[in-house]
């Protein structure tokens, strides 16, 4: 089993930066594929980006490509979420997930996850 504890959220004006960081404990997060996604309120979670176990293959929501980039660090157990050019329409909860993996897929869809964190909120000021 592993554990996934969120962070750098926050609050940022439309246009700005933030790096989100899913720190993993328990087992080494090279056995499995990473995902983040967000929720905002009212509204069902969904996917925002998603790396398979080795860092080399990913993909992203259309909604955020070319701004956001996901990484892996798998020395340091540790996934991150490069956010830039945040806009009024990104606002949420985003939540870090992980899948025991034996491929070099990625994931998209919220039930193939096993395990997810807590939660960070994102906050965007117009």
């Known amino acids: 089993q592993v554990q996934l504890i969120e962070s750098g959220g926050g609050l940022v004006q439309a246009g700005g930066s933030l790096r989100l960081s899913c720190a993993a404990s328990?087992?080494?997060?090279?056995?499995?594929?990473m995902g983040w996604f967000r929720q905002a309120p009212g509204k069902e979670r969904e996917f925002v980006a998603a790396v398979n176990w080795s860092g080399g293959t990913t993909a992203y929501a259309d909604s955020v490509k070319g701004r956001f980039t996901i990484s892996r660090d798998n020395a340091k157990n540790t996934g991150y979420l490069q956010m830039n050019s945040l806009k009024p329409a990104d606002p949420g909860v985003y939540y870090c997930?992980?899948?025991?993996?034996?491929?070099?897929?990625?994931?998209?869809?919220?039930?193939?996850?096993?395990?997810w964190g807590q939660g960070t909120q994102v906050t965007v000021s117009a």
């Open positions: 328990g087992r080494t997060l090279s056995v499995y594929g």
């Open positions: 997930a992980a899948k025991p993996v034996s491929s070099s897929n990625y994931y998209t869809r919220v039930y193939e996850y096993t395990y």
